[in-house]
């Protein structure tokens, strides 16, 4: 009898969680390492589209998460300095209804520890940074940096935007500063209550060049969200990211609406993040490496879809290398990429432009994907 095959996915990030856990329920032996000796519950949030919620449905938690989240009834876009409506976008009933699932926004460390849980005990490894791949043709040797190694079949890089193993394919080359931060605070539901002001579940005030995405993350509706976008000429921290803070706020969404002046002084800590990305890579693998999520396609974070193109890979090289078997991973890599990289691409571009779900639009083509109900296109296996 030959070896048991196995399979090491490197980042247990939101893509690298989804693909172990749709991995190992599919049959598979995975091994996942990740650098961060814990995770911890850091402040932000995160939508949940049907297109992501159908794939959780699959790892079983759908429900948990529909329980847990908000389901705002719309997306709106309002002009941040008059309030005006600029589009509503249905969602809540809607949403399931031709979705075929529900829209959600929620704590993206809740919505981890969801997807951890849904993991074979003892298949993480925390407190291994990747830091040397080879693969010999036989097979790929992973070295970390507490000196321990680890040997596997085939290598999915789930491991973000700094990918070691984007680097192993294609060379080292740093990711393109966009131009833009996001700032990210959590904001106290009870801190809400003194205002003669409406906050709705999920709203985005936009203006020429910048703009803020407000929504609960909790289905209590105690605890609110805002994360920004705003121009920024260049990121000079070595951080991944810095304490920003309300005067800093304040001076940036300047002449903005009552509501977004009173997110700002309800704001006890706020973050700052530079906002990064790629050009669309010339290869999603080669020999026995394969990227998913931001490690393949980092993206600007407007559409609230690069976590959700990130599951949605797991679940399609899942869907591809259970179609072939381990063994003619070749062939499976080859479907993932021609089955995967026009719809990320597309999105990649949209959430970079900024323009998703400005004014009345129909997203259908984004929440009502069903990875599961896609024919195989045939991929050319490299
Ligand atoms: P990551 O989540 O970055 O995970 C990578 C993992 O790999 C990490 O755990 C890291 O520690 C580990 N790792 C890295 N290097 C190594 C190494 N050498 N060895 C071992 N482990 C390693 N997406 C949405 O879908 N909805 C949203 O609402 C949304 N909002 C966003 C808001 C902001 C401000 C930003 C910046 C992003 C947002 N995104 C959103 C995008 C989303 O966060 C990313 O697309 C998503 O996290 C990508 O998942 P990933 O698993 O590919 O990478």
Request: proline letters at 4%; glycine letters at 8%.
């Amino acid at each position: 009898m030959g070896k048991t095959q196995r399979i090491a996915i490197v980042g247990a990030g939101l893509g690298g969680a989804a693909a172990a856990g749709l991995l190992q329920q599919a049959g598979f032996q995975v091994d996942v390492y990740e650098q961060a000796p814990e995770f911890s519950r850091l402040g932000a949030g995160i939508h949940v589209g049907p297109n992501v919620m159908k794939v959780f449905r699959r790892l079983g938690i759908e429900k948990p998460l529909e329980e847990m989240g908000s389901k705002p009834d719309f997306w709106f876009s309002r002009d941040g300095f008059t309030g005006d409506y600029l589009s509503r976008i249905p969602l809540g009933d809607f949403a399931k209804r031709e979705y075929g699932a529900a829209y959600v926004t929620v704590h993206r460390g809740d919505m981890h520890l969801l997807q951890m849980d849904t993991l074979a005990p003892g298949s993480v490894h925390f407190d291994k940074r990747l830091e040397t791949i080879t693969d010999s043709g036989d097979d790929v040797r992973l070295t970390f940096a507490d000196g321990t190694e680890a040997r596997a079949d085939i290598v999915i890089g789930a491991d973000g935007i700094n990918s070691r193993i984007r680097e192993a394919l294609l060379g080292a080359e740093a990711p393109n500063y966009s131009g833009w931060v996001a700032h990210r605070a959590l904001i106290r539901g009870d801190q809400l209550a003194k205002y003669d002001l409406t906050f709705e579940d999920c709203i985005k005030w936009w203006t020429e060049d910048r703009h803020m995405m407000v929504y609960f993350t909790t289905e209590k509706r105690d605890e609110y969200y805002y994360v920004t976008g705003v121009p920024h000429p260049a990121w000079d921290f070595q951080e991944a990211f810095v304490d920003s803070s309300r005067e800093e706020m304040f001076e940036a969404f300047q002449g903005y609406h009552p509501t977004v002046q009173a997110l700002i002084e309800c704001t006890e800590e706020v973050t700052k993040w530079p906002l990064r990305n790629r050009n669309p890579l010339p290869l999603w693998s080669r020999g026995r490496l394969v990227l998913l999520g931001d490690a393949c396609h980092p993206m600007k974070p407007h559409m609230a879809q690069g976590a959700g193109m990130a599951i949605e890979d797991a679940a399609m090289l899942t869907r591809c290398l259970s179609e072939t078997g381990l063994t003619d991973y070749r062939t499976a890599f080859a479907l993932y990429e021609a089955n995967r990289k026009d719809r990320a691409t597309r999105v990649q571009a949209v959430s970079n432009a900024n323009t998703f779900l400005r004014t009345q639009e129909d997203p259908a083509w984004v929440f009502g994907y069903d990875v599961y109900e896609q024919p195989l296109r045939e991929g050319i296996a490299a």
